[in-house]
């Protein structure tokens, strides 16, 4: 018979609510679980790992999200803190994302169950939906992939406009995307099957660099000369991934 039992709860965790300050969190060690942390790595409940140092004082924060188990950490020197080196960023409106990695190397899946903005039809529209704002700094985007349809009213069912990926929400009365170089500018446009729901693939692979100054959201864009009725609520569904780094 084993000597150790069949579960072991080596330390318990304690509920720190909504909106705990994890700057006060420098003494002792410990387990906790905070809801959308001041002062932590971002939205969502996490569930903190906090360790001090009995040599030199130094205290570790460990954060993992209690939904998707992406993991950050930080270090107080004594007399501030480091940034959370596993940064991440929010989602959209209709948009939920599973994050791992570090800021070293990171990769965010969207899974996007979403509208776009009305289209009138009879005439080109380019029209986008924010799906994704990375985290300030200076990021590097490594690659890129979608995995989008959208499933129209019958009036547009037969449209085959080009689908994009870009810093910069797409809008005018435009046909393509590739007029304005930020509505495309992580994933180049592509022609999409239809808008009765086929879902259009697109990679990129080549190295997209966002200073800390520029934009940093992303935007599922989308751009046609669209039939007569149009879709006052166009459904869009599908996924997008990310593959970066935050490098400062």
Aim: hydrophobic share 50%; glycine share 12%; with cysteine.
């Amino acid at each position: 018979m084993s000597k150790y039992p069949a579960t072991l709860e080596w330390q318990a965790v304690k509920n720190l609510g909504y909106a705990f300050d994890l700057d006060n969190l420098k003494g002792g060690s410990g387990f906790y679980e905070v809801d959308t942390p001041t002062n932590g790595p971002g939205a969502g409940v996490y569930m903190i790992q906090v360790m001090k140092s009995g040599v030199d004082g130094l205290v570790v924060h460990k954060a993992w999200n209690k939904a998707n188990g992406a993991e950050s950490t930080r270090v107080f020197n004594g007399a501030a803190w480091a940034t959370w080196n596993g940064s991440f960023g929010a989602v959209g409106t209709g948009v939920t994302a599973a994050e791992t990695g570090s800021d070293a190397m990171h990769q965010t899946v969207l899974t996007v169950a979403s509208v776009l903005p009305a289209i009138a039809g009879g005439a080109n529209l380019a029209v986008g939906k924010l799906v994704y704002t990375f985290p300030a700094g200076d990021i590097v985007v490594h690659a890129a992939q979608f995995s989008m349809a959208i499933n129209g009213a019958a009036a547009i069912q037969a449209d085959t406009p080009v689908f994009g990926l870009g810093t910069v929400i797409a809008v005018g009365a435009v046909a393509l995307l590739n007029g304005t170089g930020t509505f495309h500018d992580i994933i180049a446009e592509t022609a999409a099957a239809d808008c009765n729901g086929t879902a259009e693939v697109a990679v990129d692979t080549v190295l997209f660099n966002i200073a800390a100054a520029a934009a940093h959201t992303v935007h599922f864009n989308a751009a046609d000369g669209w039939a007569a009725g149009g879709d006052a609520t166009p459904d869009i569904a599908g996924t997008i991934r990310l593959t970066w780094s935050k490098v400062s």
